[in-house]
């Protein structure tokens, strides 16, 4: 079984989540959503309101693609979360060539610390690349229309949290 771990705060989920997530469906049997505790990071939501997130959007998905979609909450190293979870590979998403510049840092300092875990970089729709977390809460904190960029449910959440 090709066993896949996509990582990441997802705070919240966006629609550039979804489309990786459908992407790395193709690739793998299992995909394991990495949910990280990453307090350095002040989320908006809860790690229990993110993963509760993640599983409301990974349940429709699931079965869409016939992959199973499992979240995993983690704050150890990426690398030891692909351990504990039998991934044999990681799935990172890209928008831009900062986010490469990042990733190809992260994808040397995994491999020196187990090089049997592959990476695999998969690029969002057009359309979809430029969606950021972080400027969709900064969108709904200044009162503008997320509805493009994040699933229905978790517009409602966003809303109802930033008030």
Do not use: W
């Not at 990441?8 to 959503?33: E, K, N, S, W």
């Not at 998905?61 to 991934?87: Q, R, S, W, Y």
């Amino acid at each position: 079984m090709r066993i896949g771990l996509y990582p990441g705060t997802f705070d919240p989920i966006t629609l550039g989540h979804t489309d990786i997530i459908l992407r790395a469906c193709a690739l793998v049997d299992r995909l394991v959503i990495g949910v990280a505790i990453n307090a350095d990071k002040g989320p908006l939501f809860t790690l229990e309101e993110r993963v509760e997130m993640l599983q409301e959007q990974c349940g429709e998905m699931a079965e869409k693609t016939g992959c199973e979609i499992v979240v995993h909450p983690f704050e150890n190293l990426l690398i030891d979360c692909a351990h504990d979870v039998g991934a044999g590979v990681i799935i990172r998403g890209l928008r831009a060539v900062a986010d490469f510049e990042y990733e190809y840092q992260m994808v040397g300092m995994n491999r020196q610390l187990d090089d049997s875990v592959e990476t695999v970089f998969l690029m969002a729709s057009a359309e979809r690349q430029a969606i950021a977390s972080k400027l969709v809460k900064e969108i709904a904190r200044l009162g503008g229309d997320v509805s493009k960029f994040v699933p229905k449910r978790v517009r409602t959440r966003l809303l109802e949290r930033i008030g």
